[in-house]
């Protein structure tokens, strides 16, 4: 049973315009999310978090958004550049632990 | 370079041989997880220390998987008798307890374990 979801294996983006990442999760005692870059042959990188308390949190082009009464959090890349295109995994974390999504594939199109 | 790595960078066994992996994490994070990740998954946990401890182990380690961190530094985990099911990446990552951080761990490059 999947905790943590992404619904979308892959999603192509024009440069310049926005990315919206999406994910699903079932479990009401997380309490922190987090957001994962994964480029080939390298571990994730961590990317961005936000607290299950808040609805929003930014970085720089980097935004998450949490909606906790629908289980639900994006991340915003705007503008989308060409080094953005990876495999991005959401992640939630329930203690000391963190469940990760399947990931979702992001294309940036010149 | 001070991020976390990992040793070696791939592994390609013969069914039955043992392996062992090393992770060397961030030095000043007392934190390290071990998690396994197979084509189009995203990494799953396996274990994780704080220090020198193993405060939890997942019901994927079977018996035939051991973890240690002996001086709480770096960690190795070694898998007896390997089978082709163990075939898949295998990420370490470090984090640094403290007032809540989030929990962001930062994960090393991975072990590419092939099992033929």
């Known amino acids: 049973d999947q905790q943590v979801k992404q619904n979308s294996p892959s999603l192509s983006v024009q440069e310049g315009r926005i990315s919206i990442l999406n994910c699903d999760y079932t479990?009401?005692?997380?309490?922190?999310f987090l957001w994962y870059k994964k480029y080939p042959a390298e571990g994730p990188t961590f990317l961005i978090s936000?607290?299950?308390?808040?609805d929003k949190n930014e970085d720089g082009r980097f935004t998450v958004f949490l909606n906790k009464s629908a289980k639900h959090l994006s991340l915003h890349i705007v503008p989308s550049q060409p080094g953005d295109s990876a495999v991005y995994f959401c992640?939630?974390?329930?203690?000391?632990?963190?469940?990760f999504g399947k990931g979702t594939r992001l294309h940036i199109l010149p | 370079d001070t991020g976390v790595s990992q040793n070696p960078r791939h592994k390609i066994t013969k069914r039955g041989q043992n392996v062992t992996f090393r992770c060397d994490p961030i030095?000043?994070?007392?934190?390290l997880y071990w998690y396994r990740q197979t084509l189009g998954q995203g990494p799953e946990f396996l274990t994780y220390?704080?220090?020198?401890?193993?405060?939890?182990k997942s019901r994927l380690l079977s018996d035939r998987f051991s973890a240690e961190r002996p001086k709480g530094s770096f960690s190795t985990l070694e898998i007896q008798r390997t089978e082709q099911g163990d075939s898949a990446m295998y990420l370490c990552?470090?984090?640094?307890?403290?007032?809540?951080?989030?929990?962001?761990?930062?994960f090393g490059p991975g072990t590419r374990l092939t099992v033929t």
């Open positions: 990552a470090s984090s640094l307890e403290g007032p809540r951080t989030g929990n962001e761990q930062y």
């Open positions: 479990n009401s005692m997380f309490d922190y």
């Open positions: 936000i607290s299950s308390i808040k």
């Open positions: 992640a939630a974390s329930e203690g000391d632990k963190i469940i």
């Open positions: 030095s000043e994070h007392n934190r």
């Open positions: 220390f704080q220090n020198e401890a193993q405060l939890e």
